[in-house]
């Protein structure tokens, strides 16, 4: 069963730990990731973009690949289906395949109008009972089409959308999607604080996970971060075991040619890195 994730969030930011957002891309993904988060008993949130959703054949592919996974390999913990930097179009086909959780990124469009359409959305999630993500202040990276420095949220914006009753919200705090520029200046911890005291008990989300160092991971949850994406970071644990297996000739030995094994070194690379992570955010036995 797929479950909203308002529960453990709140858990997460009352337990200072943070719950991984982990993004899926085909059926291995999802494997590796539901199957990491029943070994480590933690809960687990499945990020899904719109290209993603897209590539995956629809998100009615998505809810059915996913509900099937969960009860055939006997699944037990939390587990969220969410939207990744929805659109307000994404948002209603999503909620209409069956997502538990949906983000609205309105942090490109004019301030009024993503507060009015975050509105529309509060009351339709908090109906059915999803879990709603918002977003002040873009994050920067590929996400805009180009490497930026990430965008610092106004911490008076964030007060307004946190107050419409969204279940959490994601504050730019200079973090960035893809890899992370080598002049980097680091999380802006002034500007998480800021937003913090303007919101008060709201979980705030980081995006971005990818090559933010551990102490600052750890800052960022200590101060309020209840939610932590992780996207690049697997791609990149996928593609050095699959580079590996080919590289030793392996797909070229025997029936390594298998889909099945060929694709089986990235499988295992993938649910290695949701653990390194797991156990990093704090959210191991915490289902
Ligand atoms: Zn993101």
Redesign the pocket.
Known sequence: MLVSAKDMLNKARDGKYAVGQFNINNLEWTKAILLTAQECNSPVILGVSEGAGKYMCGYNTVVGMTKGMIETLKITVPVALHL??GTFEGAKACINAGFSSIMFDGSHLPFEENLAKTTALVNTCDVLGLSLEAEVGA?GGE?DGVIGQGECADPDECKKIADLGVTML?AGIGNI?GKYPANWPGLSFETLEKVKAKVGDMPLVL??GTGIPDDQIKKAISLGVAKI?V?TECQFSFQEATRKYIEEGKDLQGKGFDPRKLLAPGFEAIKAKVKEKMELFGSVNKA
Request: no cysteine; aromatic share 0%; glycine share 10%.
């Open positions: 990744d930097h994050i996400e994601a999607h995006h971005g994406n996207n």
